[in-house]
């Protein structure tokens, strides 16, 4: 899925790592590194490097509630985690609305059709 992803974002020669823990090791990331004393669904730490894209931490905890919730299959979920981290490593942000946050949903959209595509999920 990283790979399908990545190719997506035109990051054939790009390298990232994935974490998959549960909601206690992403509460005291979370905590430490953003402030928020809380689990959350995923977490990105770009690496500033040419190569190394950076890392994504995701709470399987989390993706199996939120498959639930949102009605998707945990492998669905978890690509769409995924995809959401990677993006935020490649620059998009949502965080204030608006124009920003369109763009990177129909960017995830796009990324999700080629796993779909690719029956990654």
Known sequence: ???????????????????????????????????????????????GDAYLLGDIVISTEKAASQAIEFGVSFDE???????????????????KGGRQARKMKDKEEELMGLLRAGRLI
């Open 77 to 95: 979920e978890m690509a769409r985690l995924l995809v959401h981290g990677l993006l935020h490593l490649a620059g998009y942000d949502h965080v």
């Open 1 to 47: 899925m990283a790979e399908t992803a990545l190719k997506g974002l035109g990051f054939d020669d790009r390298e990232l790592s994935v974490l998959l823990t549960g909601n206690a090791e992403v509460r005291e990331l979370n905590r430490e590194y953003r402030g928020k004393d809380k689990p959350t669904d995923v977490l990105s730490f770009p690496m």
